[in-house]
């Protein structure tokens, strides 16, 4: 068995368990290949854990707000970053949203929430989690969601249209792939400071009909002309200073299986906030950190999909303004508890 197969083989147990959620089943899992000293390490307001506290801290709580909780993987890339072998998996967290959740209020409804989750393994074991799950899209569709509103388009993001996000990829085109996302990194990370909007030559990287899929609070663009408009001209027009993997002092993790490209870093950004227009923050002067942790899929000779989640919460919280307590304001005249009816899955 291959290397990526073996690894493959190793995180399917706990997919398969998440997929049809249960206490005993998902903590089986997690005993078979976390280990108990792993260094997990999820978005804000969650925060750092060791892998014995994982299920405790983070899913408890989430299974409490949605019983019926399942998990689906859309995709599942694996590879090595040059130290140690990477297992990225995105998807969604699904379920019927009838408790709160981290002070979001149920609505009664089918819910989702994306992940971005990155696995390292030594000795068959998960040693290290980085993990985003983007709870301002559980906001969103709680009516609950209470900061400046997207510029994207917000919804229930896609599997790949190729539909091959799961299975197994030629490792003989891997390296192509990585190179082509890395050197894109880098043009992209030459403007403005090296010149106009020509120097990042995003024709050359993006195919004309890419989908980006960003976070909520950012929201999906269709093509490059709305990645430029509902993206990036807002984002470097406040943070015309970005450094990221390619380019930074932090560490990212990229790794890279047939068509797909996987980065992790906690974190692989560090910028200064100097302009107005991202978010609705002010031009604060103030020099932040960012993870965000992508996949791409590399059609031809150019990229055609790119999927990213941002730790948006952890942004705003390095700025002083704490999502959650706004979050209780925004929601105080609402009627708090459980929702006592019949779940979707009973």
């Known amino acids: ?110 819910a989702h929430m994306r992940f971005h989750e990155f696995f390292r393994f030594e000795d068959n074991k998960i040693v290290e989690v980085q993990a985003i799950w983007d709870l301002p899209e559980l906001m969103m569709q709680a009516g609950a969601w209470p900061m400046a509103p997207s510029l994207g388009r917000e919804f229930c993001v896609p599997a790949p249209m190729t539909q091959d996000g799961l299975s197994a990829h030629d490792p003989g085109t891997s390296q192509t792939s990585h190179d082509l996302v890395i050197e894109m990194l880098t043009n992209l990370s030459r403007h403005p400071s090296e010149g106009g909007p020509e120097i990042m030559q995003a024709e050359r990287f993006w195919h004309p009909r890419m989908n980006w899929y960003g976070p909520a609070g950012i929201g999906t663009a269709r093509g490059i002309a709305g990645f430029r408009n509902w993206h990036q001209i807002p984002f470097l027009n406040a943070l015309p200073d970005r450094k990221g993997g390619t380019t930074g002092t932090l560490r990212a993790h990229f790794f890279a299986e047939g068509n797909y490209v996987a980065v992790t870093g906690w974190p692989n950004m560090q910028m200064t906030v100097t302009g107005d227009g991202w978010l609705g923050i002010a031009p604060a002067g103030q020099k932040i950190t960012m993870k965000s942790l992508d996949f791409w899929r590399v059609e031809g000779d150019r990229i055609r999909e790119n999927w990213v989640l941002v730790d948006l919460l952890d942004v705003y919280a390095q700025l002083g303004v704490d999502v959650f307590a706004r979050l209780r304001e925004f929601n105080k005249a609402r009627v708090p508890g459980r929702i006592q009816y019949l779940i979707g899955a009973a």
Do not use: K
């Open 1 to 110: 068995m291959s290397r990526v197969a073996h690894l493959r083989s190793l995180i399917a147990p706990l997919r398969g368990a998440m997929a049809e959620f249960s206490e005993d089943g998902v903590r089986a899992a997690m005993e078979g290949v976390l280990a108990d000293t792993a260094n997990v390490q999820l978005a804000h307001p969650l925060g750092n854990m060791s892998g014995a506290e994982l299920y405790d801290c983070a899913f408890a709580p989430l299974f409490e707000a949605l019983p019926d909780l399942e998990r689906r993987d859309l995709i599942v890339v694996v590879g090595d970053d040059g130290d140690g072998d990477w297992v990225g998996c995105m998807g969604h967290y699904m379920g019927t949203f009838v408790a709160p959740y981290l002070d979001i209020p149920p609505t009664g409804h089918l």
